[in-house]
T-cell receptor, first 118, second 113 residues
């Protein structure tokens, strides 16, 4: 498809289980972001990938969270031993990186993966 | 600190009313970018506008207009003659130096027919 694709769109899991969320960015977009949107909250930055550079993981809330991006394209966000406070919508976004001297490109978002931890 | 504050959690208006969504930001960077995104009920955030810190010209696009004032660190968004289809959550965002885009908590707009 032409847009950012995320799967699953909805995931219900039991506390303590591991989950994997997938993001397929727009073709050609080298920058990829994960954000978390909790009920009534803004978007909380989690992690950023840019090309082959080491990802910036400064937003990951705990070591139960990890993400990888294979081949510079698809990304997987993994949450281990899920807790109820992990319940949120996980949003993936991609963009072209800004070239020097130019304005940064806007982010293109997927529809999100809604995670519910029981 | 880098921060975006959208003090209005929810706004409810009647169709055809004008409405202004407030956004106040904090950054020490001299070069930064400001954005507005719309999140309709379907959930997918959509880009509306981008502004850089050196361009304080206000912008109008149809029923939408944006007022950027560096003196008050504000980047407010006005919808003129609101319509039911404008009902959504609107996010203001700041991109200071570096890659990270920082979002406000969002303002939920209800436009009633």
């Amino acid at each position: 498809g032409a847009g950012v694709s995320q799967s699953p769109s909805n995931k219900v899991t039991e506390k303590g289980k591991d989950v994997e969320l997938r993001c397929d960015p727009i073709s050609g977009h080298t920058a990829l972001y994960w954000y978390r949107q909790s009920l009534g909250q803004g978007l909380e930055f989690l992690i950023y990938f840019q090309g082959n550079s080491a990802p910036d993981k400064s937003g990951l809330p705990s070591d139960r969270f990890s993400a990888e991006r294979t081949g510079g394209s698809v990304s997987t966000l993994t949450i281990q031993r899920t807790q109820q406070e992990d319940s949120a919508v996980y949003l993936c976004a991609s963009s072209y990186p800004a070239r020097e001297g130019e304005s940064p490109e806007e982010l293109f978002f997927g529809e999100g993966s809604r995670l519910t931890v029981l | 600190a880098q921060k975006v504050t959208q003090a209005q959690t929810e706004i409810s208006v009647v169709e055809k009313e004008d409405v202004t969504l407030d956004c106040v930001y904090e950054t020490r960077d001299t070069t930064y970018y400001l954005f507005w995104y719309k999140q309709p009920p379907s959930g997918e955030l959509v880009f509306l506008i981008r502004r850089n810190s050196f361009d304080e010209q206000n912008e109008i696009s149809g029923r939408y207009s944006w007022n950027f004032q560096k003196s008050t660190s504000s980047f407010n968004f006005t919808i003129t003659a609101s319509q039911v289809v404008d009902s959504a959550v609107y996010f203001c965002a700041l991109k200071p130096g570096g890659f990270k885009t920082i979002f406000g908590a969002g303002t939920r707009l209800f436009v009633k027919a």
